[in-house]
């Protein structure tokens, strides 16, 4: 599990930072690629990592705003024209349908591949065998949502010491036994799998949060994830300009990640009126609240990994 | 008069080439700059330039296919956030302003300054002091388009020698010479300006042409262009998937410039299959048909010199 930024700036786009998106790379997990949100020159940007479109099955959209959407039709018909075949599903607020619609039969694009669009409202969104995504409304003027993405719990390893004990040797039989809640040896004894198998594997939360200003009720949504991706348009003095647009601060942010016991928080969304000078003191307005913070620039690419490993 | 390309790439973008824009520079002449086309991420290219988005005041859309109309609504965004305030005049194919208004509005973005959008039939675009712009669709499966950018020619140069010789000694009333078509002089002789004006400046002729396969019925459009932008997809061995998917060959383009006596070809929209190890030979095969030709790639910039000028 991996996320990659292809874009972490606010509004427009500079030289420095592209508009927003970001992408979950599921590669070992389901060979699945999500993105959030698909600002101008999202593809562009995508040259320039190891993502490959066709890989790419789902895209969430947090809100309507052209910097988190306006890559979306050239992203869907760029996918086309490389020879995608594997469906795709957009999830989004209402008009996201419309929107690309629009786009796709004005240009005369005609996909190659099966595109779903959805709708969403807030609850539950997707699931799969392996994950379930939940959305929530934020406070941004307009309908904008927060993704969590929670990986379901892994079962715990197979207790290869104890079954030796028992004198039960190593073969295809461990496989049995790791698969179905009772085996019956050859010998006649039944195994119950749950005796020799160790705990869950936690499964982990992500929580991707669109444009938001500071608001308590953000806090229950993204309680406990091992990563919290936030956006922070703001420096600490600007707090009033962040309420009135909507937006949030470097330590707002970071003081959600601490009232929600996250384990790590990544902030993004800059304005594109800081320079990479400024970055040490936005960082530092949130460190000061919240230590495990980063904030990240156009491709920065991470591993998540799970609570019980270092990171 | 200057060009810029913003994008020189076909279909999608690659790391060498963007997709389609072109912008005509007229600084000197009317202070505006025009642009031809707008694929997505022109204005990520613009971020690498001298353009300002403010100074644009004219769009001009060759075809509704996504790579040249993505960029649309961001850059119309991104000028407004920038604070662009003159108004803005956007000429394409039907279709476009459904495209452009569904996108700003389901967007939310309000614009600071007046937009206008018209939609084109052949025959005259607009029309100012200093340029005449002409259209004619070509054929590209799709309605597209080609403009014709006629520059009105320009009053000759004051005879001062003539002048003098008659006794009339430089002073204001030169200028009312210049000016009006007859001056009575304070010694009572009437001064007839056509007597003492050199000949006419020719204006100069821009010829930019949206995807199109080979027809002669492009010559009359492009006739005597002091430039000719013209598409170049494929190489000429690809000459009938050139005419398959209504686009082009280099020679064929080529062959074009020198039916219409054209003085210089620029070649643009180069498909992505070709790497820059291939430009070369693409441009040779050009160059065999008619010498004055370029191949162009992203943010070539050049002027475009009157007749009369050396290059
Ligand atoms: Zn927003
Ligand atoms: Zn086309």
Redesign the interface.
């Known amino acids: 599990m991996e996320v990659q930024f292809l874009g972490t700036g606010a ?5 420095e930072r ?1 508009v927003s998106s970001i992408a979950l790379m599921l590669l070992q997990e389901i060979n699945e690629i999500w993105l959030f949100d698909c600002g ?2 999202t ?2 940007k995508i ?2 990592t190891s993502i490959k479109p066709r890989k790419i099955n789902k895209i969430f959209i947090t809100h ?4 988190h ?3 979306l ?2 992203l869907l ?2 996918r086309s ?2 020879g995608g075949v594997d469906e795709l599903t957009v999830y989004g607020p209402k ?1 996201i349908k ?2 690309i619609s ?2 796709l039969e ?4 005609h996909l190659t591949y099966p595109l779903t669009i959805i709708e969403i409202e807030e609850g539950k969104v997707c699931e799969d065998n392996n994950f379930i995504v939940t959305c929530k409304q934020l406070e941004h003027g ?1 309908p904008c949502y927060g993704y969590r993405i929670i990986e379901k719990d892994l079962p715990g390893e197979l207790q290869v010491d104890k079954l030796k004990e028992q004198g039960i040797p190593p073969g295809p039989v461990y496989r049995d036994i790791k698969e179905n809640d009772t085996v019956t040896l050859s010998d006649g004894r039944v195994i119950n799998r749950k005796d020799y198998i160790g705990p869950n594997k936690k499964g982990r939360v992500i929580s991707i949060l669109g444009d938001t200003k500071e608001t308590w009720q953000n806090q229950s949504f993204v309680e406990g994830s091992d990563l919290l991706i936030h956006e922070a348009t703001f420096d600490q003095e600007k707090v009033e300009l962040a309420n009135d647009y909507f937006h949030s601060t470097t330590a707002q942010a970071a003081q959600l990640a601490k009232d929600s016991n996250v384990r790590r928080l990544l902030l993004t969304h800059i304005s594109s009126r800081y320079q990479h000078d400024d970055v040490p003191q936005l960082l530092s307005e949130a460190t000061q609240v919240f230590s495990n913070t980063e904030l990240v620039y156009d491709l920065y690419h991470t591993r998540i990994l799970r609570n019980d490993m270092e990171r």
Do not use: W
Not at 11 to 15: A, L, M, N
Not at 106 to 109: A, E, N, R, V, W
């Open positions: 509004g427009v786009p500079s030289k592209n101008e020159a593809q562009h040259l320039h309507m705003h052209g910097d959407i306006f890559g039709p050239g018909s760029s024209f490389q008009g419309s929107y629009t786009s004005l240009s005369g694009t307009i």
